[in-house]
């Protein structure tokens, strides 16, 4: 083999395994998102709450709901958490209420007394369900963490946001539906 040939071979594979994961990724979001825009969102399924009683989505009718699977142990969800807490502080419990899903990455962030300790450290006062069994994960045929949904006040899905990011149009579509 040529001096360097093998190299600029790896780099060319590489490059194309990058290329075709991106574009997968970037394929699979957007179908998660068509997937939802525009239909009823499924139920919460039974778990254990923190900051609240047991909501359903069906009795949050006429409010806006923000819906975000997450689990505490994700960097990228803890660093949506600065705009989760500003909305839940901004906005009005009689036309907008949020719900972390805690969907947990791996065995040891099922245990409840630490979901409910991270809670508590992080600061957040919005209610939180676990999701140990993954049910409503399952109902929304959930791929990553973090995702946002917003659902409008007749319960329908909106909005999804994937990831991290895009706060200041997540912000304006809140708006936009509390002001439907």
Not at 157 to 172: D, L, M, N, S
Request: hydrophobic letters at 35%; glycine letters at 8%.
């Amino acid at each position: 083999m040529e001096k360097g040939k093998g190299t600029t071979e790896n780099g060319v594979v590489a490059s194309i395994i990058l290329l075709a994961t991106f574009l997968s990724f970037t394929g699979e979001t957007r179908s998660l998102e068509e997937e939802w825009i525009g239909k009823t969102a499924p139920e919460i399924a039974e778990g254990q709450w923190i900051n609240s009683a047991p909501l359903k989505l069906s009795e949050l009718r006429g409010k806006v709901v923000l819906l975000e699977f997450w689990t505490y142990g994700c960097y990228n969800c803890r660093n949506t958490l600065p705009f989760l807490k500003d909305w839940y502080r901004q906005f009005p419990r009689d036309t907008f209420e949020m719900i972390g899903v805690h969907s947990p990455e791996f065995e040891r962030e099922k245990i409840f007394r630490d979901v409910e300790r991270e809670t508590r450290k992080l600061g957040i006062e919005y209610p939180v369900v676990t999701d140990n069994e993954f049910s409503t994960w399952r109902s929304y045929n959930q791929r990553y963490w973090p995702v946002i949904y917003l659902i409008d006040k007749q319960g329908i899905i909106c909005y999804v946001q994937i990831g991290e990011g895009a706060y200041e149009r997540t912000e304006k579509e809140i708006r936009m539906l509390i002001d439907e």
